[in-house]
């Protein structure tokens, strides 16, 4: 708590108010570095992407992905500090090499600028949480499986007895999913559920097809490599089940859950989840949710 | 091989020559496809014999989008033992098996296709690079839109009778058989310019097409957490655009039923057969 401990040092001599006004995103950054429960690394994705350490923060804004959409949605509730699990540059490592020169690049830059806000990237590190991922202990409470964990994995759990179908039409419900994906039998019954949210590779995907699970859950995959084993699986006899809640959604309530992380060691500023919409509609549900205003 | 069609026996004064005289193999057939495709080549293909034996007999031609295990089944029934896939069989870009020791999976669909005498064909880079492309070929005939191709030189960019991103997702469900496509952008969107990117494709490339002048870009996929968000943030700017997400199949399928047509003028004494792929997956709220 060195960070925090500078910071009210600085509250005293200057003779503010109080501490809001003057926390600024490093210190925040420095806090949640303390409160990971293991160390940060250097060399992975995460960091600041728009914004300066020593922007003074007038709330913190959570979010799956720093979209235009959920800038504008923190901004809306008076925070200028968004804390990502996405990109805000639409690649994982925010590679600006390529669009310098990109309009909508020059839009979102300048809009963050404009507005004094700060996006960090925080995706290595909350899947680094200890004792549990945080986008996994998001997630289960969200579906109420903190109960049905094996002991000996957090990404598995047995349910109570339930078809495929039934088990996708709870995550539908639950995680509001107008347009996710399934491979297998719909009256396949189905008990133990491997979970890996967000991207799931080739490798280790067929590993986690391959394990007691009557399922794998995923966020998104490549129909070519992983969906491919999947319905070959389901081909050659075997019965597994496989279901795709595309990226965002399958993550985003580990966001929710950092935003109640960070409420227990940043008291100064409002701390907010930004939930961000499906980014897909499909003809059964046509729908437009984007907010166009800027 | 300068005549590969022919099975005569050789004339008795070529004793040194090699030459072939049963059944056409897999090789002289694969060899003759990537030829006649007059594509350049690349300094690294993925197009290979990826499972089989390269001399089996080739007792007939079986082309599908992706060579699952439910598409070799449908080939050995109709008694095609060489199949000519776009997407792998062995469930990655380049067919790698380094991961492939153990797996069950791998051993069942290779005994499978060890027990039918069959070859798979991985013939993707070639047809792409073909001019004009074979797969955007293929997908403007089976959306009846060729009479709609924008620019000659520019297979699929289509400029299309006044409809809405609705109306074109509706036609794409239509025609393509398409339940479980995706779509971002506003449903009432006027649309008149298409560009269709068939098949997966990559974020820089998403983000050149989105920012030429057009309405809409049809493509089978591209990463969520990288074009599909740049699009979002298109649209929360004010532009006037839309995304749709066919599924990889469905969007380049149309290109191999092209294949097969095309395989019946190159290799005309063995019988091709297109093998179509069904749609992997089904929505809860399809089900009733």
């Not at chain 1, 699990?85 to 963050?112: C, G, M, N």
């Not at chain 2, 008795?12 to 080549?41: C, E």
Request: glycine share 8%; net charge negative; aromatic share 8%.
């Amino acid at each position: 708590m060195l960070a925090a401990g500078a910071a009210a040092a600085a509250v005293a001599t200057t003779a503010r108010p109080s501490s809001a006004g003057s926390l600024t995103a490093g210190e925040v950054i420095e806090r949640m570095k303390q409160h990971i429960g293991g160390p940060w690394r250097e060399g992975g994705v995460d960091g600041f992407k728009a914004g300066t350490p020593d922007t003074v923060v007038t709330g913190v804004a959570t979010t799956m992905m720093a979209t235009f959409d959920a800038l504008k949605g923190a901004l809306a509730q008076g925070c200028n500090m968004v804390i990502t699990h996405e990109p805000t540059y639409w690649s994982h490592p925010d590679t600006l090499t390529y669009i310098q020169d990109d309009p909508l690049y020059r839009v979102k830059h300048a809009f963050l600028e404009k507005h004094n806000m700060v996006s960090y990237h925080l995706h290595d590190h909350w899947h680094a949480l200890k004792p549990v991922d945080g986008i996994d202990m998001g997630t289960m409470q969200r579906m109420g499986w903190m109960r049905y964990m094996h002991t000996d994995n957090p990404r598995m759990f047995t349910l109570p007895p339930q078809t495929l179908l039934s088990l996708a039409r709870d995550f539908q419900k639950k995680m509001n999913d107008r347009t996710l994906r399934v491979v297998g039998d719909p009256a396949m019954p189905v008990r133990i559920v491997y979970e890996s949210w967000g991207n799931c590779s080739q490798f280790p995907g067929t590993q986690f097809m391959n394990t007691e699970a009557d399922v794998l859950v995923i966020g998104e995959a490549q129909d070519w490599d992983l969906v491919e084993y999947a319905r070959d699986l389901v081909s050659s006899g075997k019965k597994k089940g496989l279901i795709l809640l595309g990226h965002v959604l399958s993550e985003q309530w580990g966001m929710k859950y950092c935003a109640d992380w960070l409420k227990g060691f940043v008291t100064e500023v409002p701390i907010k989840f930004v939930r961000i919409i499906e980014p897909f509609w499909n003809l059964r549900h046509p729908v437009f949710e984007i907010n166009t205003r800027i | 091989m300068a005549n590969p069609t022919v099975a005569a026996p050789a004339p008795a004064n070529s004793f040194f020559r090699v030459q072939h005289t049963g059944p056409l193999t897999a090789l002289q057939i694969t060899d003759k496809i990537m030829a006649q495709s007059g594509a350049p080549g690349r300094a690294k293909t993925v197009d290979r014999i990826t499972a089989g034996d390269p001399t089996a007999a080739v007792a007939g031609i079986a082309v599908t989008a992706m060579a699952t295990f439910d598409s070799l089944k449908a080939a050995a029934a109709a008694n095609c033992n060489l199949v000519v896939t776009y997407e792998p069989v062995w469930w990655m870009d380049d067919d790698s098996l380094d991961r492939m020791e153990g797996d069950e999976l791998f051993a069942a669909k290779r005994d499978f296709i060890q027990t039918h005498e069959m070859v798979v064909f991985n013939f993707h880079d070639h047809w792409r690079d073909r001019t004009p492309d074979g797969i955007a070929v293929g997908m403007a005939k089976a959306l009846g839109w060729e009479g709609y191709l924008a620019d000659a030189s520019r297979p699929a960019t289509f400029r299309l009778p006044s409809t809405t991103l609705f109306g074109v997702a509706k036609e794409l469900h239509t025609k393509l058989g398409d339940r479980t496509m995706r779509m971002v952008g506003d449903p009432r969107l006027k649309v008149r310019t298409v560009a269709a990117s068939w098949g997966n494709t990559d974020q820089i490339t998403m983000i050149h097409l989105l920012n030429e002048a057009v309405d809409v870009v049809i493509c089978g996929y591209t990463h969520e957490w990288e074009a599909v968000e740049y699009a979002q943030d298109m649209i929360a700017i004010g532009d006037k655009k839309g995304l749709v997400l066919l599924g990889d199949v469905k969007s380049v399928e149309g290109g191999m039923k092209y294949c097969a047509d095309w395989l019946k003028t190159v290799v005309t004494d063995i019988p091709v057969t297109f093998v179509p792929v069904a749609e992997p997956y089904w929505n809860p709220a399809d089900l009733g």
